[in-house]
């Protein structure tokens, strides 16, 4: 049976994580609130990296812990044609390639050939699964998955995800 965190506690995984942390990205859009404004604004025209306070609170977590020798990996899955919402995150995305998160893009297209899941999770330390739960408002919790067949199954998924997809500066480049 797997334990349902709060979207607090889930936060804490990121400051007692002592290796790796790993994400499946699976979602066009995300409703969370810290990024309705930023979102907005970036429509109405500002650029980005030029409004970054928003997101200033986990960069500055992902470099000091990359700094300390902890790894962040992503692969986002990105549809065809791209949400707007995915637009804007490629636009965000060199400020957390900065900070230090090595984050990859796999075609949507790709991933459901692949058998990769629908939903989003984080994989930390390789022994620990949290499956993303969200609400129309975005993230609602996460279900905390220990089970080492079932953590065996997502790091699967991971490894299938991670050689396949693009490393964003390459993706980049086109």
Do not use: C
Not at 5 to 29: K, N, V
Not at 65 to 73: H, L, N
């Amino acid at each position: 049976m797997a334990d349902l965190i709060s979207p607090a506690a889930f936060g804490d995984l990121f400051r007692s994580f002592q290796h790796s942390a790993w994400r499946w990205e699976a979602q066009e859009t995300y409703r969370q609130a810290d990024e309705v404004e930023p979102w907005q604004r970036w429509r109405d025209g500002i650029t980005v990296l030029e409004d970054l306070d928003w997101l200033r609170p986990w960069l500055d977590d992902v470099r000091a812990a990359t700094q300390a020798g902890r790894v962040f990996q992503r692969v986002r899955k990105l549809t065809d044609p791209l949400t707007e919402y995915l637009r804007w995150q490629l636009e965000v995305t060199p400020a957390n390639v900065e900070a230090g998160e090595d984050i990859r893009l796999l075609p949507d297209h790709l991933a459901r050939e692949l058998g990769l899941p629908e939903h989003d999770f984080w994989i930390f330390d390789e022994v620990q699964v949290a499956v993303l739960q969200f609400g129309p408002d975005g993230l609602t919790g996460a279900e905390i998955v220990t089970e080492p067949a079932t953590v065996a199954r997502y790091k699967s998924w991971r490894n299938i995800a991670w050689t396949t997809a693009v490393p964003f500066d390459d993706f980049a480049k086109t």
